[in-house]
Each structure stands twice: as C-alpha cells, then as structure tokens.
C-alpha cells in the first residue's frame, strides 16, 4: 500500500509561472513533512518542510501547503525559474520512524 | 555540514557477483538508511539501522543485506547481483534526536548489473 502518493509525474512550466506538486498520506501519525529536491546525479537535498501545526509555510519562492483534514500537502514554486528544473520528492514521516516518500514530479522550467 | 560519501558513484557488475556499496557519513548520526530510486517508483527503503551492530528491514529487502560495524560506516550488500538490482541506489544519515527529523543524503550509487 502507497503511503503517500504524488502527482503530477512530470510538470512543464514557462519560466515566471507557479509549479504547483501535490501530495496524499494515508497515516494520521505522519507529523513531519518534508520535500526534497534532486538534480541528476546528485542525492535529494532537503528543499523545505512543515510540521502538521501549521497550515502554510514559505521560504522564498517556496511554500508548502497543508491540509490536514483532506490529509494532503503541497508545493508552490512561485516565479519559477528554469534553475528549479529538478526532480522534486515529497515524504511523510513520524519521529524516530521510517520516511515515506513519493513517487516524484520531474519539473521543467522552459526559458 | 553533514557529508554523506559513496564509495562509487557508478559500478557495474555481472549477475552473481556479490557487490559491497559503502556509505560513510561525518556527523556523528545513530540513524543511517539505504534507498534505492527507480523512475516512477520514487524511493524505496531496504535496511536501516538505529545503532551500531543494529539493523531494521526496511520495505523491499530481499536479496540485500546490510552491514554497520562503526557508526559512521552503514554498508549494503548484495549476496548475489541480479539485473532487476539494476538501479540507483542512495544512502541517508539522521540524527537520533527527538527533535532531529532531517535526513542527509548521499550522491548516490548507479548500480548496473549485466
């Protein structure tokens, strides 16, 4: 069973657009959120995160939305920029437990 | 910062060989895991370890064994290599803090198996 799901798969965007990431849980356990960004050869580096007390968080450009009645999460790239083309991974977690991560959107921000 | 190496970064080895995939991290973490990334599927986790000489299976186990004699060094093994093991496959490091939930990844292993 998919603990969380993510769509779209892949996302294409004029640059100065918003990307917008959707992601699904199934646990109402999960109290941690996190997405992850991945350019190709490289490890997922921690893009921002949100813990289930709060509804929205933003850190530049980027903003996670979070619904935890819907049990569903999302992420906003504001002003997109062709620098954001990356493969983007959203998770769900529980302290000291395993992480579970999507299924990834691979984004490209057209110039 | 928090590093996390691999020792390789690309490896191509031929069904039936046993492969070692080494990971070594610098920030004194109890928690390391591996993962292996396929296209659609995201990440899966096969072995993580809490604890020196500690192991936990993860969701997709089979046919890979783990090793962590040091707690800066978390090894995955696979016993017998075969094309389906064809893959990309990443360690992560964590605090065991309660307070501590990120996780650090490494570059990450292509993994090719004729």
């Known amino acids: 069973q998919q603990q969380v799901k993510q769509s779209p798969q892949s996302l294409i965007v004029q640059k100065g657009g918003i990307s917008i990431i959707n992601c699904a849980y199934e646990?109402?356990?999960?109290?941690?959120f996190p997405w992850y960004q991945q350019f190709p050869g490289k490890g997922p580096a921690l893009l921002i995160a949100i813990r289930p007390d709060v509804s929205e968080k933003k850190e530049g450009r980027f903003t996670i939305s979070f619904n935890k009645s819907a049990k569903q999460f999302s992420l906003h790239i504001m002003d997109s920029q062709p620098g954001d083309s990356a493969t983007y991974f959203c998770a769900a977690s529980s302290i000291f437990n395993k992480f579970y991560f999507g299924s990834g959107t691979k984004l490209n921000v057209k110039p | 910062d928090v590093k996390v190496t691999q020792s390789s970064r690309y490896l191509v080895k031929r069904t039936g060989e046993k492969v070692f995939l080494e990971c070594v991290q610098d920030m004194d973490h109890e928690n390391m895991f591996w993962y292996r990334q396929d296209p659609g599927l995201g990440l899966r986790l096969i072995y993580f370890?809490?604890?020196?000489?500690?192991?936990e299976k993860g969701d997709i186990p089979e046919g890979y064994s783990v090793s962590r004699e040091k707690k800066e060094r978390f090894s995955l093994i696979l016993e017998s290599a075969s094309t389906n093991q064809t893959s990309m496959y990443l360690c992560a490091s964590k605090a065991g803090t309660a307070s501590s939930y990120e996780q650090y990844f490494g570059p990450g292993t292509r993994l090719t198996v004729t």
């Open positions: 370890s809490y604890d020196v000489k500690m192991k």
């Open positions: 646990n109402t356990a999960f109290d941690y």
